[in-house]
């Protein structure tokens, strides 16, 4: 730690706990309690239940579930093969190329994702290419909200990578192909495993371009958060946020175990 006294430690400790638990943990704890809950005691959800929790883990409420994984899962691959892709090409480019490629990247997180999801919206709803009232416009617009965060945790794996072990591989007559998929590749496999998980959660959560594009067939469950808050319906909004939080959660520790027995190859 930075802080190396006893009195500093515990202060540390104290202005943590003081910023964390109402910031970030109270919140969430609220929802918890409100999932369990049927109305409002003072400041405090109450009546504990069950039902919530019945309702969100079957019909409607089970299909927003898989198309949101579906949709998150697809856009994670799709984000983590252009970005990879792409971060190998900027690490080739000169200094003027590899600064235009990181702005092109960076640029759908610079603007207000709703942005994005008008931008696909109006690109994709005339001929040839008429994705609008169909699921992959959706996979498409997180696909794009996402790849930046691939490219970026790529592109500094990359930069922290010894040159040393693809010299030796060239040095012994491996061919560029050979020495990127068996040397490179397996020595980012751990950056890899993260940028996928980073990519998952934040298509798991992405609301305001999905609102913009998702057909009725293709309800991820964010928006039926948004649409059970909308009417009213708390504790069954907040149930599917614990069971959305919880399937983010697992895949996350998931990728997390991955991660870890990479590191270790």
């Known amino acids: 730690m930075l802080v190396h006294s006893r009195a500093g430690r515990w202060g540390a400790r104290a202005v943590f706990a003081v910023l964390f638990v109402?910031?970030?943990?109270?919140?969430?704890?609220?929802?918890?309690?409100?999932?369990?809950?049927?109305?409002w005691s003072g400041a405090f959800p109450s009546g504990p239940t069950t039902e919530h929790y019945a309702a969100a883990v079957r019909g409607e409420s089970l299909q927003a579930l898989t198309t949101s994984l579906v949709t998150a899962i697809a856009a994670s691959l799709l984000a983590l093969t252009a970005g990879t892709w792409a971060?190998?090409?900027?690490?080739?480019?000169r200094e003027r190329g590899r600064r235009v490629l990181d702005a092109l990247f960076v640029l759908p997180v610079a603007v207000p994702s709703v942005v994005v999801g008008l931008a696909v919206l109006v690109a994709f709803s005339q001929p040839p290419l008429l994705l609008n009232g169909t699921r992959w416009i959706v996979i498409?617009?997180?696909?794009?909200?996402?790849t930046a965060f691939a490219y970026q945790s790529v592109s500094a794996a990359i930069l922290r990578l010894d040159p040393?072990?693809?010299?030796?591989?060239?040095?012994?007559?491996?061919?560029?192909?050979?020495v990127l998929l068996r040397v490179r590749l397996p020595l980012l496999l751990p950056s890899l495993n993260a940028?996928?998980?980073?990519?998952?959660a934040l298509s798991m959560g992405e609301l305001s371009a999905t609102m913009m594009l998702y057909p009725p067939d293709w309800l991820p469950l964010p928006v039926l958060i948004f649409t059970a808050t909308d009417r009213g319906s708390l504790f069954t909004g907040s149930a599917l946020a614990v069971v959305l939080m919880a399937a983010t959660l697992l895949v996350l520790?998931?990728?997390?175990?991955?991660?870890?027995?990479?590191?270790?190859?």
């Open 22 to 39: 109402p910031l970030f943990a109270l919140p969430l704890l609220v929802i918890l309690a409100a999932s369990f809950s049927t109305h």
């Open 87 to 93: 971060a190998l090409t900027a690490s080739a480019l």
């Open 140 to 146: 498409l617009a997180h696909t794009v909200l996402v």
């Open 164 to 178: 040393m072990y693809e010299q030796a591989a060239a040095g012994l007559g491996a061919r560029p192909s050979y």
């Open 195 to 200: 940028a996928a998980g980073l990519c998952f």
């Open 253 to 265: 520790l998931a990728v997390s175990r991955i991660r870890t027995k990479a590191s270790y190859r």
